[in-house]
T-cell receptor
Framework: GDSVTQMEGPVTLSEEAFLTINCTYT??????LFWYVQYPGEGLQLLLK?????DKGSNKGFEATYRKETTSFHLEKGSVQVSDSAVYFC?????????FGKGTMLLVSP | DTAVSQTPKYLVTQMGNDKSIKCEQN?????MYWYKQDSKKFLKIMFS???????INETVPNRFSPKSPDKAHLNLHINSLELGDSAVYFC????????????????FGPGTRLTVL
């Protein structure tokens, strides 16, 4: 079945540091890939998406590129802010399935 | 205005009790979902309703019963609560079912933290 593997957290960074959160997937067919963000005490929000190979999703300074050859969808941001502290979920959508990774907590200090 | 709301926000109860969590969305969506997020932040879909009809029912114990009185509400009733039911439960909604080849964004509520003692 489909699966999503994310790097273990927490990831601890100083403000303005570069962020990478790794995500790899296993799926049949041609899934769509997503990153969701969960701020403390809130529900998940869609951060960005990519629906086919080589697509780059971007939003709020975050980017991720759908790499079919490496089955990866790593999340990056050039300069993180304290307000980016949250849990980030990589997710995969097949035809009738929606699979989330276990989430990676990001902690950004001033 | 909150798009997807859940009540209560926190629920602490004893093993063996029966409890309900309510969810309401004011987005006019026709599909609603329940997810369970365990202590390790792992998120799993439990149920999905489209136009008040159950369309997804993952391997969830029979003690869990969703009820959709109308398209704007999807409540979750849990009988004979067990320690392993402790988790955060998220409600979500979307306009149309997310299945198929198209992408349909889901909007999540703030979650209900259930603690079973």
């Amino acid at each position: 079945g489909d699966s999503v593997t994310q790097m273990e957290g927490p990831v601890t960074l100083s403000e303005e540091a570069f962020l990478t959160i790794n995500c790899t997937y296993t799926a049949t067919g041609y899934p769509s890939l997503f990153w969701y963000v969960q701020y403390p005490g809130e529900g998940l929000q869609l951060l960005l998406k990519a629906t086919k190979a080589d697509d780059k999703g971007s939003n709020k300074g975050f980017e991720a590129t759908y790499r079919k050859e490496t089955t990866s969808f790593h999340l990056e941001k050039g300069s993180v802010q304290v307000s980016d502290s949250a849990v980030y979920f990589c997710a995969l959508k097949g035809y009738s399935t929606l699979t989330f990774g276990k989430g990676t907590m990001l902690l950004v200090s001033p | 205005d909150t798009a997807v709301s859940q009540t209560p926000k926190y629920l602490v109860t004893q093993m063996g009790n029966d409890k309900s969590i309510k969810c309401e969305q004011n987005l006019g969506h026709d599909t609603m979902y329940w997810y369970k997020q365990d202590s390790k932040k792992f998120l799993k879909i439990m149920f999905s309703y489209n136009n008040k009809e159950l369309i997804i029912n993952e391997t969830v114990p029979n003690r869990f019963s969703p009820k959709s009185p109308d398209k704007a509400h999807l409540n979750l009733h849990i009988n004979s609560l067990e320690l392993g039911d402790s988790a955060v439960y998220f409600c979500a909604s979307s306009q149309g079912w997310w299945g198929g080849h198209s992408f349909i964004e889901q909007f999540f509520g703030p979650g209900t933290r259930l603690t079973v003692l």
